[in-house]
T-cell receptor, first 112, second 113 residues
Framework: NAGVTQTPKFRVLKTGQSMTLLCAQD?????MYWYRQDPGMGLRLIHY???????AKGEVPDGYNVSRLKKQNFLLGLESAAPSQTSVYFC???????????FGPGTRLTVL | GESVGLHLPTLSVQEGDNSIINCAYS??????FIWYKQESGKGPQFIID???NMDKRQGQRVTVLLNKTVKHLSLQIAATQPGDSAVYFC???WGTGRRALTFGSGTRLQVQP
C-alpha cells in the first residue's frame, strides 16, 4: 500500500513549455486534490475531483487543467508554463466517509 | 474569502517541554478542523482532527482544543521531542460539501536539545 504517489519529483521547464504531473492513489478514495505551496505559505487548492470523470476549480485554478479519467489517477496539466507557476505541487486524496486528506510527497517545479 | 490564520510564525521550545501552537479561523460555518505536520521536503502528514461538535480531542502526545466562541484552535504537544521539529498547519473545511481544505500559513516549531 503506497498511499499517494506523485511523478515526477522534480522538473525544470522553460517559459511556454507544457507538462503533466501525475498523481496516483491506491486507497480507493473518491476525492482527489491538487495544491500548490509557495515559500513560507500554506497550501492553496488548484483543482479537485469528487469522483471519476468530474473536476472542479479551487482557489487558484488559472493556468492549470486537470483530468480524472480513472478513479486512482488525477492529472495536473500546465499548457504554457510561466515563472509564477514555480512552486511545490502536492496531490491529496480522501475517502467518502472522512474529510482527512492524505498527501503525496510533492513535485518541485521550476519555470525559468 | 475567509481564511485560517496562525498567531506565531515560529515557536522555539526546549526538549521535554510542552508546545502549544495556535490557530484562528474566521468562518463560523467550518465544521471540521485538522492539523498537519510538514517536515522539510515532504508532504503534509496528518496529526489529529476535530469536528465542530467537540471541543477537545486527544491523540498520542497531542491534543487539539476547539473554542468556537472565539473561533480558535490549538494543538498541544506533550513532552516535545527533536523529531517534532517541523512546520505545523491548521486547516478547516467550510462544510459546503466541497470537501476541500483551507490552510493557514503555518507555524515553524523548533525544538532545542
Amino acid at each position: 500500500n503506497a498511499g499517494v504517489t506523485q511523478t515526477p519529483k522534480f522538473r525544470v521547464l522553460k517559459t511556454g513549455q507544457s507538462m503533466t504531473l501525475l498523481c496516483a492513489q491506491d486507497m480507493n478514495h473518491e476525492y482527489m486534490y491538487w495544491y500548490r505551496q509557495d515559500p513560507g505559505m500554506g497550501l492553496r487548492l488548484i483543482h479537485y475531483s469528487v469522483g471519476e470523470g468530474t473536476t472542479a476549480k479551487g482557489e487558484v485554478p488559472d493556468g492549470y487543467n486537470v483530468s480524472r479519467l480513472k478513479k486512482q489517477n488525477f492529472l495536473l496539466g500546465l499548457e504554457s508554463a510561466a515563472p509564477s507557476q514555480t512552486s511545490v505541487y502536492f496531490c491529496a486524496s480522501s475517502g467518502t466517509y472522512t474529510d482527512t486528506q492524505y498527501f503525496g510527497p510533492g513535485t518541485r517545479l521550476t519555470v525559468l | 474569502g475567509e481564511s485560517v490564520g496562525l498567531h506565531l510564525p515560529t515557536l522555539s521550545v526546549q526538549e521535554g517541554d510542552n508546545s502549544i501552537i495556535n490557530c484562528a479561523y474566521s468562518n463560523s460555518a467550518s465544521d471540521y478542523f485538522i492539523w498537519y505536520k510538514q517536515e522539510s521536503g515532504k508532504g503534509p502528514q496528518f496529526i489529529i482532527d476535530i469536528r465542530s461538535n467537540m471541543d477537545k480531542r486527544q491523540g498520542q502526545r497531542v491534543t487539539v482544543l476547539l473554542n468556537k466562541t472565539v473561533k480558535h484552535l490549538s494543538l498541544q504537544i506533550a513532552a516535545t521531542q527533536p523529531g517534532d521539529s517541523a512546520v505545523y498547519f491548521c486547516a478547516e473545511n467550510w462544510g459546503t460539501g466541497r470537501r476541500a481544505l483551507t490552510f493557514g500559513s503555518g507555524t515553524r516549531l523548533q525544538v532545542q536539545p
